[in-house]
């Protein structure tokens, strides 16, 4: 009888090699030190060709104080608005707010109406007795200068 030919030996399967794990990370210790982070570089400045290689730093002077104009000094020269009769007899009243631009000579360069009283013939009035004014003008550091100058008109009875 034939013989069948031995079985072959089973073949052994090839054990996995362990794989090395890494060990586990322990929480920071409170007295770790930690490494201090670079500073980022300073921006390198350029110097301007128009400036002197060393230019000394210049301190701004701060502007000498505003003395504002004022009507102090012809309050008996300058004439008061005349009130419209028709406004009279109606008895409107108001204030008129303009803008007056007081030059360096005393004398009145521009006049506007900041704020109406409510009335044309009252804001007229007061625009043309403005014009012809007189005043102290603005100073600053003691030279006169132009200025411009909030002035109030009332149109009010009595």
Do not use: C, H
């Not at 004398?107 to 704020?115: D, L, P, S, Y």
């Amino acid at each position: 009888s034939p013989e069948s030919p031995p079985p072959p030996p089973p073949q052994k399967k090839p054990e996995p090699k362990p794989v090395a794990k890494p060990p586990p990370k322990a929480p920071p210790s409170e007295r770790a030190v930690k490494a201090p982070e670079p500073e980022p570089p300073a921006p390198v400045e350029k110097p301007a060709e128009s400036q002197p290689p060393n230019p000394q730093p210049v301190a701004a002077a701060a502007p000498a104080p505003i003395i504002p104009p004022s009507t102090d000094a012809y309050q008996l020269t300058n004439t008061k608005p005349s009130y419209p009769k028709w406004a009279r007899e109606r008895r409107l009243q108001g204030t008129v707010l303009l803008k007056v631009l007081v030059k360096a000579d005393g004398t009145v360069g521009e006049v506007k109406i900041e704020e109406s009283s409510g009335f044309r013939a009252l804001d007229s009035a007061a625009l043309k007795a403005v014009s012809s004014w007189r005043f102290q003008p603005a100073t600053q550091d003691g030279q006169a200068i132009d200025e411009w100058y909030d002035l109030p008109i009332e149109f009010g009875m009595k």
